[in-house]
């Protein structure tokens, strides 16, 4: 069961380090989330998903290395547990299909406030109704 006040772990994949800080700076201001690792590139968050096992993967889709859509399955695969949540500036309507479809669990497009950002992603790390598992 998720406490109120629990704070979720996260790894910021995005290749543009301004908006990875603007991500770590909105989501620790909001005391629900911790950013435990930043990723440049696909690849190195495979890597860093493996390392952490995070609550919440933020991952863009155009990243050098390793795009978003070849790093999700693996991600996954690195960390079962870990939500991954598409950040990307593609648009929704035809990026978002192919995303859910690898396995992320929300596709949000680049430019969204930052406080309808943290709302959306605290309403994903919060239990569906019927889940009965045990943190």
């Known amino acids: 069961m998720t ?4 704070v979720f772990r996260v790894l910021v994949a995005d290749d543009v380090q301004d908006l990875r800080s603007m991500l770590r700076l909105a989501l ?7 950013v ?3 990723a440049m590139d696909g690849a190195h968050a495979v890597d860093l998903a493996a390392m952490y ?3 919440l993967a933020l ?8 795009d978003g859509l070849e790093a999700l399955p693996r991600i996954l695969e690195a960390s079962p547990a870990t939500k991954v949540v598409v950040l990307s500036g593609f648009e929704e309507a035809r990026m978002a299909p192919v995303a859910l479809k690898g396995g992320a669990v929300a596709y949000l497009e680049k430019g ?3 406080r309808r950002l943290v709302q959306a992603l605290i309403e994903i790390m919060q239990p ?3 889940d009965t598992s045990v943190a």
């Open 3 to 6: 406490e109120e006040n629990e």
């Open 28 to 34: 620790e201001l909001s005391g629900r989330f911790t």
């Open 36 to 38: 435990v690792a930043e």
């Open 53 to 55: 096992k995070p609550d």
């Open 59 to 66: 991952l863009d889709l155009s990243m050098p290395a390793l």
């Open 112 to 114: 969204v406030p930052p």
């Open 128 to 130: 569906s109704p019927g």
